[in-house]
């Protein structure tokens, strides 16, 4: 299995579930390790065969940007699933950190999911 990795994606957006955290966007810190294959890309050298990171990444930053949630992992749900949805992937990793969640320590959560598991057809 070959992997796009996306490292340090930086996003802000309003998320928590106390009502100070809605009031101003927040820093969160995103990893992706997305499962695919690399095999016609070997072969063609053409971006169409490969995954676009340059598109991962905006669609990962708007998702993130528009979204209103409570909870980190209802975040990371919405982003496994529009992986899915909108790119050939078999599995995704996915971190969320968030680092000013706590005064001393960066706080984060960490899923992996198949797309047999969410039960998703490819796109």
């Not at 992992?73 to 971190?95: C, Q, T, W, Y």
Request: glycine share 4%; charged share 30%; aromatic share 8%.
């Amino acid at each position: 299995m070959d992997k796009v990795l996306i490292n340090d994606l930086y996003v802000e957006t309003v998320i928590g579930f106390y009502h100070w955290e809605h009031e101003e966007p927040q820093p969160l810190i995103i990893d992706l390790e997305l499962g695919t294959d690399f095999s016609d890309a070997f072969v063609s050298d053409d971006l169409g065969d490969a995954m676009n990171y340059a598109e991962i990444r905006r669609q990962v930053k708007e998702l993130c940007q528009e979204s209103r949630f409570h909870l980190l992992e209802r975040l990371a749900g919405a982003i496994v699933m529009h992986l899915f949805s909108e790119f050939p992937v078999n599995d995704v990793r996915l971190k969320i950190r968030k680092p000013h969640a706590l005064r001393d320590a960066v706080a984060g959560i960490e899923t992996y999911r198949t797309r047999e598991q969410m039960g998703i057809s490819l796109p």
